[in-house]
């Protein structure tokens, strides 16, 4: 069938994917089963197409992982208005997003990771664009910081597709229902 866009992503109990000051080491269990792979090696496996901001770009290439581009092989695309020239599997891009989502969709390949930030995973929601939420809930009350979802005018539902839980998170899988 067509290839899916999926938000996987992980927050707090209270619904933040990130502290204050924009930082994630809090992204973690409980200790109870530390070497519990969790879903995203096999997630991973699924995409071949990974969309995100350049805020969560500029977090990744400087503060997480500097040694290299960490989704080498996978074609990112890193929505900006900023004139960079492509780096390796890297494309920067000012397409608009509906466009951008849309035309992916229809080409052939494997699933669409959207992985961040909230300002792009909210465009997309408004635009009824993410086929699968996939939202690791970290045993965490932060308290504040950058909240994964905005407010919006109107409700969307979901179903529950699936659950898993490791280490003291829970993988809550969702994808929308159909109007009635």
């Given amino acids: 069938g067509m290839r899916k866009t999926i938000l ?12 204050r000051d924009g930082g994630v080491a809090w992204l973690a269990g409980d200790g109870s089963s530390p070497d519990h792979p969790g879903s995203y090696p096999r997630f991973y496996e699924s ?15 400087t503060e997480l992982f500097p040694d290299g581009w960490i989704y080498q092989g996978k074609t990112s695309y890193v929505l900006t208005h900023r ?15 509906a466009g951008l989502i849309t035309r992916l969709k229809a080409a052939e390949g494997r699933d669409i990771w959207i992985c961040g930030g909230a300002d792009i995973v909210n465009q997309l929601i408004d635009r009824r664009l993410i086929d699968r939420y996939h939202l690791t809930i970290i045993p ?22 699936s659950t898993e839980t490791y280490n003291g998170m829970t993988d809550l899988v969702f994808e929308p229902r159909e109007p009635l």
């Fill in 140 to 161: 965490t009350i932060l308290g504040s910081g950058l909240r994964l979802f905005g407010t919006r005018d109107e409700e969307q539902r979901l179903r529950l597709v």
């Fill in 47 to 61: 995409i071949d197409t990974v969309i995100l901001g350049y805020a969560t770009y500029r977090q990744i290439v």
């Fill in 83 to 97: 004139r960079e020239r492509p780096a390796g599997d890297v494309i920067f891009t000012d397409e608009e997003i």
């Fill in 8 to 19: 996987y992503i992980a927050m707090s109990l209270d619904g933040y994917i990130a502290d």
